[in-house]
């Protein structure tokens, strides 16, 4: 069983940036960010290998968001530029052994980290 938590969220202006932060109980595989706003799924965001060579972002993601992981530290980042107020949601970090951007093949998930950006 690993825990994991999601922390970094907060309030930002539109244009502004935010590093969420995900601290796992133990050793994980595959890592994801996910989001969901109120009244709409859970959509994928981004997603890496215990490695980190190999990362996958969501169209609204590319250009704007990192991924990336300490395995030393058991920690997940996600460092969002620009933002935007479409970004508005609770961020989820969720953990796995298949590198996926479906929600469902992950096995673990954090409670979630509320983002909001103001316009």
């Known amino acids: 069983q690993v825990q994991l938590v999601e922390s970094g969220g907060g309030l930002v202006q539109a244009g502004g940036s935010l590093r969420l932060s995900c601290a796992a109980s133990?050793?994980?595989?595959?890592m994801g960010w996910f989001r969901q706003a109120p009244g709409k799924e859970r959509a994928f965001v981004a997603a890496i290998t215990w490695s980190g060579d190999s990362t996958v972002y969501a169209d609204s993601a590319k250009g704007r968001f990192t991924v990336s992981r300490d395995n030393a530290k058991n920690t997940v980042y996600l460092q969002m530029n620009s933002l935007k107020p479409e970004d508005t949601a609770v961020y989820y970090c969720?953990?796995?052994?298949?590198?996926?951007?479906?929600?469902?093949?992950?096995?673990?998930w954090g409670q979630g980290t509320q983002v909001t950006v103001s316009s």
């Open positions: 969720a953990a796995g052994g298949s590198y996926t951007v479906v929600a469902q093949r992950y096995d673990y």
């Open positions: 133990g050793r994980t595989y595959v």
